[in-house]
């Protein structure tokens, strides 16, 4: 049995350039009908134009609201304009030690984003800072020690999905005890298994067990788990110690497929059939039209050949259809006016003047 190109397309989280909408774009969108979108601050103008472009996004995928998604953790991984109310990074949340702010902060950002149409963000960082050395992960992670992770990430989750926003715990199975940037290389973590389990691990067990809606993998090779693949690549970590030892049966994405740990070894159509292969449901892609063409169709091609089973790729479509059903539906377009309500708002900024005040107190020496 083929699966139809509408089916394929709902596998897919893809980006773009721009700030509106083009004929392009909206071709696109019509023609291969994925299932997200993710926004970066290239998309991203203010809050009436952000109106217009979800809006705009949306119209053009009548057969299933889209995911739009963000990366919008605070500190230096923020993508919305100044408008907004922007948290200081996870670590400041962790120094707090207060889960009451970090819940108020994820559900702060929860409802300015939905105020504009966003309804996903790529958040908690579930890493531990568990390396110094480590060069992207640092003060995304609320801290160094696994059980503080625990402890403020659980709210993170929380205050976004209780406000309507998919979160997505992420860099699965840890990103914290590496030493390059898989941005630019495919960074390797020589610890053993037991390792993984007392420190990187514990974050991931615990969203697990709460609720997380979504969750993304890492770009690593982890060699005691899989001396050959990338964690992302890996059915023995994906399919195996996500999806059967740590139960997990939410949506999982992967990390950017354009990033040199992946696009420097495999070409963005193996990579794709080989994350779906290992068990993830939804290949992102966040920039390059063409990748995200080829991938989609190297997609179809693997069903039409066999290399991937039409009822392989139904299990991740009813995890995305249960994901929309839970979070999107019903969906309505959002309104420039309920937007200006509620984005910057004076208990929003009063929020993150406390959070600015504690941070004060906790950086005085004893």
Known sequence: MLMSREKIGQLFMVGFDGTTVSADLAAFIKEYKPGGVILFSRNLESAEQIVELTNGLQRCSPHSTLLISIDQEGGRVSRLPKEFTIFPPCEVLGRCNSSELAYAAAATTAKELRAVGINM???????????????????????????????LALPTVGGLQDNGVV???????????????????????????????????????????????TMMTAHVLYSALDDQRPATLSPAIIGTLLR???????????????????IDHYGIEEATVQSILAGCDMPLICKDRNREAAAISALDKAVADGTISSQRLEISLARIARLKQRFLVPYKPVALSDAKLVVGCRTHRALLRSIDQARERFAKPA
């Open 167 to 213: 979160a997505c715990g992420k860099h699965f199975p840890g990103h914290g005890d590496t030493t390059v940037d898989s941005h630019k290389e495919l960074p390797r973590v020589a610890s053993p298994r037991e390792r993984l389990e007392r420190i990187e691990l514990p974050p991931f067990r615990h969203a697990v067990a709460r609720g997380v809606a």
């Open 244 to 262: 059967k030892e740590l139960q997990y049966d939410g949506v999982v994405l992967t990390d950017d497929l354009e990033m040199h740990a992946i």
């Open 121 to 151: 963000n790529m958040s908690p960082v579930l890493d531990v800072n568990s390396n110094p050395a480590n060069p992207v992960i640092g003060d995304r992670a609320f801290g160094s020690e696994p059980g503080v992770v625990c402890e």
